[in-house]
């Protein structure tokens, strides 16, 4: 028994937005549409044919077109933006809500908030919210960037930088810088730009950080002489703790997972990278990636899922870089790209799609993936791209 527009995993839900009116209602219009769009869980139909979003929508012939749910919008006098959400099958209004936008009106923080319209309609329908209102960190010309997730309003958050983890609020970065003088790990809070030592040393070299999810404790690689292994300091500053003892091998790449109680990463202890697990501490190691072993196996770059159940990885099969993923309960791998050198994915809050960098269009760029469809689509452009980071869902 239907008891509205409901979301069964593998049939996408068919959304029509009508044309919103007044200044910037093309605007929402398009943000809303394609934010369902790269949701992979909706088919959104052409809204050329169809009125503006005044009065009560021909069910009959939304119908006809095969249109499951009806986005009404409608801008207040007060700034904010009124949504129903009417059930064609049902000719009723499932849900309606008015949501805040601030100002000014087509600035970033706006965007970030229509994207946020989205992801609460959204969760209506999916019983998830989505994952529009988010932003990926990467580095570009030995800087930290930042996109919003479909690929609009990139531009640089620090003088320099590489390999940057969110932390958990969404509100800060860390990341590391090289130079000739010395090799650090800094924080940058993104409100107000201000920037502080987490560590610093003149003959290491510190990288990769991983914010752990209560935001506490940071854990890093460090290349020193013995080797490159993993450390842990809390976020606001300390003495480094030693995680592993690499006895000249290279531990690196750690990644939480979602409860903070084990990390995964890369070694090449047995003479090639592979991914493991283990306790914080770095007790308990167990080889994750224990399928198809062979001398030019190459797995890196391990990103622990949001669900927990996943960690995908770079392995270089051969002479190409994919993307894959391994299943934490049964160790099943799963190959999610073939095209070009891909690399360094990072899971999006919803645990369905990935970002990653790919040469598929000649210059090393960010790309996203559904992993259950399988669709792929450019996030970036412009001069190379790389080392992503997927935030967690954001507010304006």
Avoid: C
């Avoid at 064609?88 to 100002?103: E, G, H, R, W, Y």
């Amino acid at each position: 028994m239907s008891i509205g527009i409901t979301y069964r995993p593998g049939q996408k839900v068919a959304l029509l937005v009508l044309p919103v009116r007044g200044v910037f209602g093309d605007s929402i219009g398009l943000v809303l549409t394609r934010d369902f769009d790269y949701s992979d869980r909706f088919t959104v139909v052409p809204s050329s044919s169809a009125a503006e979003g005044v009065g009560t929508p021909n069910y009959d012939l939304f119908a006809k077109l095969a249109v499951d749910g009806v986005v009404q919008g409608t801008l207040l006098p007060s700034g904010w933006l009124r949504i129903v959400l009417h059930d064609v099958a049902k000719k009723t209004i499932q849900n309606s809500k008015d949501f805040p936008l601030p100002s000014p009106a087509g600035s970033p923080a706006w965007r970030l908030a229509v994207h946020g319209v989205a992801d609460g309609i959204e969760e209506w329908i999916v019983g998830q919210r989505g994952i529009a209102q988010t932003q990926v960190a990467f580095s570009r010309d030995n800087r930290i960037w930042l996109v919003d997730s479909d690929g609009a309003n990139a531009h640089a958050v620090t003088p320099s930088g590489l390999s940057a983890a969110w932390t958990p609020n969404g509100r800060s970065l860390v990341y590391n810088v090289m130079s000739t003088v010395q090799n650090l790990l800094l924080v940058t809070d993104l409100g107000t730009g201000a920037q502080r030592t987490l560590t610093s040393s003149r003959n290491d070299h510190d990288f990769s950080p991983a914010v752990s999810p209560d935001g506490r404790t940071v854990v890093f690689a460090r290349d020193a002489e013995g080797g490159t292994d993993m450390y842990s300091v809390p976020i606001e500053g300390g003495t480094p703790r030693r995680i592993t003892v690499g006895n000249g091998r290279a531990n690196l790449g750690p990644s939480f997972s979602p409860d903070g109680q084990r990390l995964a990463f890369s070694s090449d202890r047995s003479g090639h990278n592979e991914v493991y697990i283990s306790d914080l501490d770095g007790t308990n190691q167990e080889l994750l990636t224990s399928g198809a072993f062979g001398d030019r196996n190459f797995r890196v770059s391990p990103d622990w899922s949001p669900n927990g159940q996943m960690v995908a990885f770079s392995s270089l099969n051969g002479t190409a870089g994919q993307i894959m993923i391994v299943g934490l309960k049964d160790q099943s791998m799963k190959l999610v790209t073939t095209e070009g050198k891909n690399e360094d994915p990072s899971w999006a809050p919803d645990a369905r799609h990935l970002v990653f960098t790919s040469n598929r269009s000649s210059i090393r760029q960010l790309w996203v993936v559904d992993i259950e469809s399988g669709r792929t689509r450019p996030l970036t452009r412009g001069s190379s791209a790389r080392l992503s980071a997927w935030s967690p869902r954001l507010s304006p």
